[in-house]
């Protein structure tokens, strides 16, 4: 596939023509090659193809910013366990030793081929690497990555889901993943043994990031327990490297469970270090909160108080039918839907922060820029959708009538009802 830049001659002008968008102006858009060229109304007259938006919403596509492709879609490999995240984790053992890459990459393609369809063209996946699969998870998602080149874009981050002090040789693996294709360090701290090893952990990850000049991304305190408290480590490393700005922390669900005082001290200071967090709402509201009777806890973050303070909040679809969560797409509109209802977000702005969540947030997070975005010079990653604005195109939960990557359509959904009368 050639890519065109604006203003080469070969490249075909289209236009999506009476289009609405968030604050509800109606606008053409003019796409030439893989950008776009104009919006505004009447943008479109010198387009030489136009499709009528017939004034539906048209969105950036989704980024959705935390994933495991690797694990997708193997739910039925598995044995059933109690629903923990230590279970799940000791059920998926012996289905990651047994990996081989061409299986891998056709659960990963499979998966980022659903997320098109509906909607994602962008995908931040954490990839296992660690002693019981070796580099085959890697192997496998970059394949898939190069397979889906057409239609999205995915950024790969080398996850030591065993630990590294707990899993010896995962930190060697981890280098020798970012050496061969991975380009975001993650970690997941808590996982070890004690504060001492947890912080070694946060240490080691951004030790390999500084030696690649790479972004963090790392699951943070994906516990019910309030007492672990690796978010507050991560947030010093950061500030000790002068990494403000480059780092995401998925999940920090034991942030609901600590008191008010270190809640309010870690916000700050991760607005302070400018960490976006990642909420997984629709994963963690089966995984949490397993032995609570009663009132049970949601398995969430404190997204209302991290969002009041100013910290960005994105939501992720984290897993998708494997030994953690066995549902999910790789449908971004469910995951605003789902994770409006873990967080209360149910005012007309608050749903509009569950839309940010999924677009304009983890596009920050990604550090995409001008690029992105319904905006002159922004590339044309767009979606379409029927209904004219976002709260109903979240109610209704229709998939996008078309997807565009790179100014190119790549998907198309048609529905159809038909009420039948007796």
């Known amino acids: ?51 009528d938006a017939a004034g539906g919403l048209l969105l950036p596509t989704y980024v959705d910013t935390h994933v495991h492709l690797d694990k997708a879609l193997i739910r039925d490999q598995l044995v059933e366990h109690d629903g923990t995240l230590q279970g799940a984790i000791g059920a998926i053992h012996a289905a990651k030793r047994a990996y081989d890459v061409e299986d891998v990459r056709r659960r990963a393609r499979a998966v980022i081929e659903s997320s098109v369809l509906t909607g994602t063209t962008r995908l931040r996946s954490h990839v296992d690497v660690d002693t019981v699969g070796g580099l085959v998870p890697l192997e496998g998602v970059l394949a898939a990555a190069r397979d889906c080149a057409g239609i999205a874009e995915v950024q790969v981050i080398a996850f030591p889901q065993e630990g590294i002090l707990r899993d010896r040789g995962a930190g060697d693996l981890m280098v020798a993943a970012m050496e061969n294709g991975a380009t975001v360090v993650g970690g997941m701290p808590h996982w070890e043994t004690g504060e001492d090893d947890q912080r070694e952990h946060v240490r080691l990850c951004f030790e390999i ?149 999924v677009t304009t947030v983890p596009a920050a997070a990604w550090r995409l820029g001008p690029a992105y975005g319904v905006a002159l010079g922004a590339r044309a990653d767009l979606q379409l959708y029927a209904a004219t604005n976002w709260p109903e195109v979240m109610r209704l939960q229709d998939p996008p009538r078309q997807v565009w990557f790179r100014g190119r359509p790549v998907a198309r959904t048609t529905v159809t009802r038909e009420l039948l009368q007796g």
């Open 1 to 51: 596939m050639t890519l065109r830049r604006v203003g080469d001659p070969r490249a075909v002008r289209a236009a999506i023509v009476d289009a609405t968008l968030t604050d509800g102006a109606r606008v053409d858009v003019l796409l030439e090659g893989e950008q776009i060229l104009g919006v505004g109304p009447g943008a479109g007259a010198q387009a030489e193809s136009r499709l």
């Open 209 to 357: 990031a500084a030696r690649f000049d790479a972004d963090v991304d790392m699951h943070v305190d994906e516990t019910d327990d309030g007492s672990v408290r690796t978010l507050a480590m991560v947030v010093e490393e950061t500030e000790r490297r002068g990494w403000q700005g480059r780092v995401t922390v998925g999940h920090v669900c034991s942030l609901s469970a600590a008191d008010d005082a270190y809640a309010g001290t870690v916000i700050a200071g991760c607005l302070r270090a400018g960490i976006t967090v990642v909420s997984n709402p629709v994963t963690n509201l089966v995984i949490q909160g397993r032995a609570d009777r009663g009132l049970v806890r949601r398995g969430t973050t404190r997204v209302r108080e991290l969002i009041a303070a100013g910290v960005p909040v994105a939501f992720g679809q984290d897993c998708v039918k494997d030994g953690f969560y066995p549902f999910g797409r790789g449908d971004m509109l469910e995951v605003a839907l789902v994770s409006a209802h873990a967080a209360h977000l149910a005012t007309v702005d608050e749903q509009h922060l569950a839309l940010a969540a």
